[in-house]
T-cell receptor, first 115, second 115 residues
Framework: NAGVTQTPKFRVLKTGQSMTLLCAQD?????MYWYRQDPGMGLRLIHY???????AKGEVPDGYNVSRLKKQNFLLGLESAAPSQTSVYFC??????????????FGPGTRLLVL | GDSVTQMEGPVTLSEEAFLTINCTYT??????LFWYVQYPGEGLQLLLK?????DKGSNKGFEATYRKETTSFHLEKGSVQVSDSAVYFC??????????????FGGGTRLMVKP
């Protein structure tokens, strides 16, 4: 099992450019999440999905869009990148069973720099 | 809203020293509490959890007790090793506030263990 994988590992964008971050999991998890990690602020939830075809906003959704067309994939899009979106992005997944969804499995992260 | 506060790091210890990383929380309901660990270059992974007051979570020599009266969940280890060097995140889930499947993370505490 590869677990949770993220593509790309590192990317540099110019302000206004767009990009898509890809997350894939092979554990048949129902729930998937996108977080951003900034120094001293821990992880903040951007968007999440409780199943194929469904998405919901997290704590900091502005400037991002997501799609979950297949159960194993969760895409995070930046339509017009801004320097404030410079961060490390983590994808995570978990089972839907009550009491177990908090055990989230994280990918290795994508480091994004917006100039 | 819910929040988690951790002691700021970095925490630098010598091998075999005693470790305490403080964590306090505010929540509207009766949250479950977690410690996640992030090793260099990797995503987060669950270290331990406690789901109700006075529960003790433990794993790999680490322990934390859910103290409702002091709203705390401090992480402890009796004898740290160099391999424990990582960033530790305290987190909570609170299903009573209609936040859905959201984990609220603290800012993280970096631990450095010297030989």
């Amino acid at each position: 099992n590869a677990g949770v994988t993220q593509t790309p590992k590192f990317r540099v964008l110019k302000t206004g450019q767009s990009m898509t971050l890809l997350c894939a999991q092979d554990m048949n998890h129902e729930y998937m999440y996108w977080y951003r990690q900034d120094p001293g602020m821990g992880l903040r939830l951007i968007h999440y999905s409780v199943g194929e075809g469904t998405t919901a906003k997290g704590e900091v959704p502005d400037g991002y869009n997501v799609s979950r067309l297949k159960k194993q994939n969760f895409l995070l899009g930046l339509e017009s990148a801004a320097p404030s979106q410079t961060s490390v992005y983590f994808c995570a997944s978990s089972f839907a069973v009550a009491g177990n969804w908090e055990t989230q499995y994280f990918g290795p992260g994508t480091r994004l720099l917006v100039l | 809203g819910d929040s988690v506060t951790q002691m700021e790091g970095p925490v630098t210890l010598s091998e075999e020293a005693f470790l305490t990383i403080n964590c306090t929380y505010t929540a509207t309901g009766y949250p479950s509490l977690f410690w996640y660990v992030q090793y260099p270059g990797e995503g987060l992974q669950l270290l331990l959890k406690a789901t109700k007051a006075d529960d003790k979570g433990s794993n790999k020599g680490f322990e934390a007790t859910y103290r409702k009266e002091t709203t705390s969940f401090h992480l402890e280890k009796g004898s740290v090793q160099v391999s424990d060097s990582a960033v530790y995140f305290c987190a909570l889930s609170d299903m009573s506030n209609n936040a859905g499947n959201m984990l609220t993370f603290g800012g993280g505490t970096r631990l450095m263990v010297k030989p």
